[in-house]
Nanobody
Framework: VQLQASGGGLVQAGGSLRLSCAVS????????MGWFRQAPGKERDFAAA????????YYSDSVKGRFTISRDNAQNTVYLQMNSLKPEDTAVYYC???????????????????WGQGTQVTVSS
């Protein structure tokens, strides 16, 4: 499975960005898809995830109400719509796939088997 993240960039505080993660490889629809982020000098943190059925979505407290995760199985793509961005959202954002084959969301990066290369998001104040 290969993941290709895109859509990062520089935006002012209060602005919006939409990240995309194109997935290729075997049985895409079975994966729980997640977005993580890592700021300089910090650990990789969970941001959002969606089950393969699109029935369950989970967000970290820091992004809840501002970010929306979605997936388009026909396009083999998962998205992260980020609104009301804050300087503290600045990080490299990674998409990841969890081959759990169950309709639940896990938030630890160690549970995700496949990772994209990351895309930089910078929010200026």
């Amino acid at each position: 499975v290969q993941l290709q993240a895109s859509g990062g960039g520089l935006v002012q505080a209060g602005g919006s960005l939409r990240l995309s993660c194109a997935v290729s490889g075997h049985t895409y629809r079975r994966y729980v898809m997640g977005w993580f982020r890592q700021a300089p000098g910090k650990e990789r943190d969970f941001a959002a995830a969606v089950t393969w059925s699109d029935s369950k979505k989970y967000y970290s407290d820091s992004v809840k109400g501002r970010f929306t995760i979605s997936r388009d199985n026909a396009q083999n793509t998962v998205y992260l719509q980020m609104n009301s961005l804050k300087p503290e959202d600045t990080a490299v954002y990674y998409c990841a796939a969890d081959n759990i084959v169950a309709d639940i969301v896990r938030t630890s990066p160690y549970d995700y088997e496949y990772w994209g290369q990351g895309t930089q998001v910078t929010v200026s104040s």
